[in-house]
């Protein structure tokens, strides 16, 4: 019988109390504890950016991260940057309208370190949001696009 700890996780704004297993990684406590499979595990080994979420408003990698580590922190996922009201976040809007995804699966990943990246400042050209980026891989190829949909965020911002 495997010992687990009864977790609270403040998750998008919410308290969320789970009992998981110290070895937990935060993305698996979100997808197959929490119901929340927006954040996606390409890799599991902090390879790719697809598990990309922010703590205290700092991104990281969900798969490098265990649960229990962020206890008591701000988690966001992609689940919680739309407003209220259904209304697109700035960036979710922008990836819609410049075409940055094709299959979708690294796109919650892209779009929470796109957030991460502006709000860092680091999104004044192309060539600093492709570097700043270049942590969130995409196998559709849709980098071109992803840059022109940071780059109008981060002018709009
Ligand atoms: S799943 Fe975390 S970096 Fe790939
Ligand atoms: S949209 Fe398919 S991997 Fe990026």
Known sequence: MVETLPTKLDINGEMR???IEPRT???DALRENLGLTGT???CDQGQCGACTVHVDGQRVL???TLAAQVEGRQIATIEGLSAADG???PVQAAFVKHDAFQCGYCTPGQIMSAVA???EGRAT???EIREYMSGNLCRCGAYNSIVAAV???AEAA
Do not use: E, F, Q, Y
Request: net charge positive; aromatic share 0%.
């Open 151 to 153: 780059r109008d965020a």
């Open 125 to 127: 050209s192309d060539s």
């Open 17 to 19: 109390a789970i009992s």
């Open 117 to 119: 990246c502006i709000r």
């Open 87 to 89: 209304d697109l976040h």
């Open 40 to 42: 996606k595990k390409g």
């Open 25 to 27: 990684t935060l993305l």
């Open 62 to 64: 969900a798969c490098l």
